[in-house]
Antibody, heavy 122, light 111 residues
Framework: QLQLQESGPGLVKPSETLSLTCTVS??????????WGWIRQPPGKGLEWIGS???????YYNPSLKSRVTISVDTSKNQFSLKLSSVTAADTAVYYC??????????????WGRGTLVTVSS | QPVLTQSSSASASLGSSVKLTCTLS???????IAWHQQQPGKAPRYLMK???????NKGSGVPDRFSGSSSGADRYLTISNLQSEDEADYYC?????????FGTGTKVSVL
C-alpha cells in the first residue's frame, strides 16, 4: 500500500529557507497517472495548496507563493522536495505531502502523508 | 480561479444524518470537487470525488454512510447514521489547470 512520509527540520529561523522531503513507499513516484503535491495548514486554520510536480519535473505553484517556492523530484530515491525561501512566522504550519490524481478531468488529492509541523522562530 | 464556500459548522445527533454544502463561485458551477475529512489531530483523508451530475467515486475504505450529490453550483456531502468518529473538519477541493483551491472547511459536531 502506497504511503507518503514528510521529513525535515521542525524549526526554521526567519528569513531562512524551509526544506522538506516527501518519501513515497509502496509504489513508484514515476507514474503517468499522478502528480505529487505539497499542502500546508497553519495552526487552527484551513488547508492551502502550495504546489505540485510530475515525475518528469513539470511543476505548477500557488501564485501567492510562487516567488518563494521550488518543488523538485528525485525519481531514483522516490522522493520529492519542497523549498520555501525567506520564511516568516506566517509560514508556521503543518506541511503535508500528497498524491494527486492526474487525468483529463481529475486533478484531486487522493492520498495524504501524516504531515510535519514546521515552526518559524528565532 | 474558482472559489469554494462552506459553512463554518454543523451539528447533528448520534445516529442521525447531516448534509454539508460546498458552493462553487460564479462561472464555475460545472466543476468537479473532492471531499476530504480531517479528524482532530490527524491528516486529511480523501473521501470522494463528486461531479456536477451528482455522480461520485469514493476512496478505498470510506463507509457507505458517506454519499455525495449535486445541484447547480452546490456540492453536498451527506453523512448518514452519524457516528462519534465522524466528528471532524470537512474540506472541499477543486482545481483547474493552474491551481488548486480548498474551501474553508466545515466543523461537524456529533451531539
Amino acid at each position: 500500500q502506497l504511503q507518503l512520509q514528510e521529513s525535515g527540520p521542525g524549526l526554521v529561523k526567519p528569513s531562512e529557507t524551509l526544506s522538506l522531503t516527501c518519501t513515497v513507499s509502496g509504489g513508484s513516484i514515476s507514474s503517468n497517472n499522478y502528480y505529487w503535491g505539497w499542502i500546508r495548514q497553519p495552526p487552527g486554520k484551513g488547508l492551502e495548496w502550495i504546489g505540485s510536480i510530475y515525475y518528469s519535473g513539470s511543476t505548477y505553484y500557488n501564485p501567492s507563493l510562487k516567488s518563494r517556492v521550488t518543488i523538485s523530484v528525485d525519481t531514483s530515491k522516490n522522493q520529492f522536495s519542497l523549498k520555501l525561501s525567506s520564511v516568516t512566522a506566517a509560514d508556521t504550519a503543518v506541511y503535508y505531502c500528497a498524491r494527486q490524481v492526474y487525468s483529463d478531468r481529475d486533478w484531486y488529492f487522493d492520498l495524504w502523508g501524516r504531515g510535519t509541523l514546521v515552526t518559524v522562530s528565532s | 480561479q474558482p472559489v469554494l464556500t462552506q459553512s463554518s459548522s454543523a451539528s447533528a445527533s448520534l445516529g442521525s444524518s447531516v448534509k454539508l454544502t460546498c458552493t462553487l463561485s460564479s462561472g464555475h458551477s460545472s466543476y468537479i470537487i473532492a471531499w476530504h475529512q480531517q479528524q482532530p489531530g490527524k491528516a486529511p483523508r480523501y473521501l470522494m470525488k463528486l461531479e456536477g451530475s451528482g455522480s461520485y467515486n469514493k476512496g478505498s475504505g470510506v463507509p457507505d454512510r458517506f454519499s455525495g450529490s449535486s445541484s447547480g453550483a452546490d456540492r453536498y456531502l451527506t453523512i448518514s447514521n452519524l457516528q462519534s468518529e465522524d466528528e471532524a473538519d470537512y474540506y472541499c477541493e477543486t482545481w483547474d489547470t493552474s491551481t488548486h483551491v480548498f474551501g474553508t472547511g466545515t466543523k461537524v459536531s456529533v451531539l
